[in-house]
């Protein structure tokens, strides 16, 4: 199976801060690549598919790249609802495999 | 409005067996892939099987082969989740899943509620 590491596992922003998340597959895998928001208590979002197209109504500060392994989550300016655990995702083979997450808090 | 209700959660001894519903709405259900995706309370994300469109084909994760079985019945837009020899590792919220667009690679756009599943004795 394809492994999906996130870094950093968590951290700590400020409103108005850029957030980068990264996400390497343990192999190639093009642009088969999602990301989702978690909120407690709520289903996971889907933010960005295809490693850069945005979902539709996911607010334009996000945006995500990279295409390989490596891959990156950006949140140009975090904003307070922002808040929450991140996950990316591979679609390139099941079992459709999701990183650990990364636990994002708002200073 | 796209609406996925699960039900069929519960409490279950290690060993036994349950089986999960899923009712679809709000969508032409038989054109999109769906899929069973669960979480460890306070863990990560984990896919668990995936059905097409007509439900000739399926896979799942290695984890669960041979014993959850995902199934479809698209007269009733509903989707399952037969799990059997059900061990305390299987604890867990289980979230019935829609592809975002029938003919792409895998997204899952569209979640339910989820539907608490625990193994224990």
């Known amino acids: 199976d394809i492994q999906m590491t996130q870094s950093p596992s968590s951290l700590s922003a400020s409103v108005g801060d850029r957030v980068i998340i990264t996400c390497r597959a343990s192999q190639t895998i093009s642009d088969y690549l999602n990301w989702y928001q978690e909120k407690p208590g709520k289903a996971p979002k889907l933010l960005i598919y295809?490693?850069?197209s945005l979902q539709s109504g996911v607010p334009s500060r996000f945006s995500g790249s990279g295409s390989g392994t490596d891959f990156t989550l950006t949140i140009s300016s975090l904003q307070p609802e922002d808040f929450g655990t991140y996950y990316c995702q591979q679609s390139y083979s099941s079992a459709y495999t999701f990183g650990q997450g990364t636990k994002l808090e708002i200073k | 409005e796209v609406q996925l209700v699960e039900s069929g959660g519960g409490l279950v001894q290690p060993g036994g067996s349950l089986r999960l519903s899923c009712a679809a709405s709000g969508f032409t259900f038989n054109r999109y892939r769906m899929s069973w995706v669960r979480q460890v309370r306070g863990k990560g994300l984990e896919w668990v099987a995936i059905i097409n469109q007509d439900g000739s084909e399926k896979k799942s994760v290695d984890s669960v082969r041979g014993r959850f079985s995902i199934s479809r019945d698209n007269a009733e837009n509903s989707l399952y989740l037969q799990m059997t020899s059900l061990r305390v590792e299987d604890t867990a919220m289980y979230y019935c899943?829609?592809?975002?667009?029938?003919?792409?690679?895998?997204?899952?756009?569209?979640w339910g509620q989820g539907a608490l599943v625990t193994v224990s004795s």
């Open positions: 899943v829609r592809d975002r667009t029938p003919e792409t690679t895998v997204s899952f756009a569209y």
């Open positions: 295809g490693a850069s």
